[in-house]
């Protein structure tokens, strides 16, 4: 006859196992799962070089954007489909500059800067700036339940604008993923004149009375 398990063995035994997955569940939450989402960020943020010579355009682009590529008359759509859900994507159109201009003009800017305003745009932002020596815009709003990222550079053959979401994913860690790829865009045709010198005028000698 088998002799029956004590008590405080059950217990010293529970005590024990509780004990492993507590330690387990502790460098879980504190190392390992920390460095997996780090690790995950690095590359979903990591550039990958993309060229297009039909738009005339070299960029480079978040690794978490990369997935399947469709081209299109005047662009290219490069997305990463998920199994649930709606993926990211970047879409990249090229048009005509009808008025040959390195600059957008000033009523375009004021339409853009505004349209918050008279448009009721939600979670609009504006910002113009520089990429790669280039004038242009980046442009924030909340769009089809997801937030958009439109970036328009300006050279005097075309215009190059680029759309961004990161769709159903991590919105702060794609919209990044989004503005990096953006400000990398380099586009092909001469560069924008230099600005001129700055025209200094000297103010006259002063006259004393003696």
């Known amino acids: 006859m088998k002799k029956p398990i004590s008590i405080q063995w059950i217990i010293a035994l529970s005590v024990v196992v509780i004990g492993g997955a507590v330690l387990i ?12 989402r780090e690790a995950e960020k690095e590359e979903t ?3 990958v070089p993309y060229t297009n010579g039909q738009l005339g355009i070299e960029i480079q682009i978040a690794a978490g954007l990369m997935g ?7 662009g290219v759509r490069i997305s990463n489909p998920k199994f649930m859900g709606i993926g990211p994507s970047i879409t990249i159109t090229s048009q005509p500059n009808p008025d040959g201009t390195h600059e957008f003009s000033p009523h375009a800017l ?3 800067q505004t349209d918050d305003v008279y448009l009721s745009i939600p979670r609009y932002s504006f910002q113009r700036l520089k990429i790669n020596n280039r004038d242009a815009v980046l442009l924030e709003q909340f769009k089809n339940r997801a937030m958009l990222l439109t970036a328009r550079v300006i050279t005097p053959q075309r215009i190059i604008e680029v759309n961004c979401t990161p769709g159903q994913e991590d919105e ?17 045709g ?21």
Do not use: N
């Open 110 to 112: 004021a339409k853009w």
């Open 45 to 47: 943020l990591k550039l």
């Open 68 to 74: 399947k590529i469709e081209d299109f008359a005047g």
């Open 172 to 188: 702060a860690l794609f919209m990044r993923a989004c503005g990096q790829t953006a400000r990398s865009l380099k586009v092909e």
């Open 190 to 210: 001469p560069e924008p004149p230099p600005p001129p010198d700055p025209i200094y005028e000297l103010a006259p000698p002063s006259t004393r009375k003696k």
């Open 25 to 36: 569940g502790e460098y879980y939450l504190v190392k390992w799962l920390p460095k997996h």
